[in-house]
């Protein structure tokens, strides 16, 4: 299998184009220590030549363009993108549906609750002539006829940002959030980009994988909070702090898993600094932090 991480960054991406945390003023002023990273996408193949996006983010064009497998090639309009799996609603994941809109034939995968989504609005751009929507269920195996069977699962999450009401459940474990099993047969990995709680659930699932990506979104659970950009927490956002008792460096460690390597990575988050003593801390814990255009085969 063939795995290219399209974007590394979180929603927002890094730099934000609002933000001014001191993560993102190393990047503005172009220090060497920070790479820039586009928002939250995976691009998994088992042949390298038909591909499947793990989620659409705004920042696909740009991503296609800095990925040379994903350029067109062959007749007038042709793409080596067969589809995409969407994990979530939130804006970084289902908005690069947005770019795929020129008459292009493809199949989404997703939830039936996400897929809800891409049925109305601003989405009823895409010709459903021609992209087929394929809604999936929890625990079901999916075959993509591309050598690659997926299967969804609940992990605990929220509602998208956009849809949250003025009560908003953390940690529900239903069709909102879901994480992806995906194997061509021999080899099995997993792609988490969002997740507010490392259950025993998940330990138990994901133990002795040959590789994991796991949600990196924050270092420390206050993170937003101690630096003034936000009242929540990584937790009320839907996602599990890297450090810490709960952390997923300590939940996701001795799982036997053969990588483990974090995405969807906010801008504030110190990991982003390579020389950083929060970056040393997660390498030293067996972790790799993702950045975008980095390959893995499996
Ligand atoms: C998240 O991962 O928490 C969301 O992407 C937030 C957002 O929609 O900006
Ligand atoms: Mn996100
Ligand atoms: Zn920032």
């Known amino acids: 299998m063939h795995i290219v991480v399209l974007g590394s960054g979180a929603g927002g991406g890094f730099p934000q184009w609002n933000c001014l945390c001191p993560v ?7 220090d060497p220590r920070v790479k820039p990273r586009t928002q939250s996408s995976l691009a998994i193949s088992s042949d390298g030549e038909k591909w499947l996006l793990l989620n659409a983010s705004p920042d696909l064009r740009q991503q296609i363009i800095a990925t040379r497998r994903l350029h067109p090639h062959g007749a007038s309009r042709q793409t080596p993108i067969a589809g995409v799996f969407v994990t979530n609603g939130d804006v970084d994941h289902l908005t690069g549906l947005l770019t795929m809109r020129e008459q292009q034939k493809f199949t989404l995968y997703g939830s039936k609750l996400t897929l809800a989504l891409t049925g109305t609005s601003v989405f009823g751009v895409l010709n459903k002539e021609l992209v087929r929507s394929v809604p999936v269920q929890l625990e079901t195996p999916v075959d993509t006829g591309l050598g690659l069977s997926i299967t969804p699962f609940a992990v605990p999450g929220k509602v998208p940002l956009w849809l949250e009401g003025a009560q908003v459940e953390i940690g529900t474990e239903d069709e909102s959030t879901v994480g992806l099993e995906i194997t061509e047969g021999t080899k099995r990995f997993y792609y988490i980009p969002g997740c507010a709680e490392v259950t025993p659930k998940i330990q138990e699932r994901i133990r002795g994988a040959d590789l994991l990506f796991f949600d990196g979104t924050t270092f420390t659970d206050d993170e937003m909070v101690k630096l003034g950009l936000s009242h929540k927490t990584a937790w009320r956002m839907g996602h599990v702090a890297m450090s810490g008792e709960n952390g997923s460096m300590s939940r ?13 990575i906010n801008n504030t988050n110190p990991v982003l600094i390579e020389d950083s003593p929060e970056r040393r801390s997660v390498e030293k814990a067996g972790w790799d932090v993702a950045y975008d255009g980095m390959e893995v085969t499996l």
């Open 252 to 264: 996701l460690a001795d799982l036997g898993i053969g990588r483990r390597i974090y995405v969807h």
């Open 24 to 30: 993102c003023q190393l990047a503005w002023a172009g």
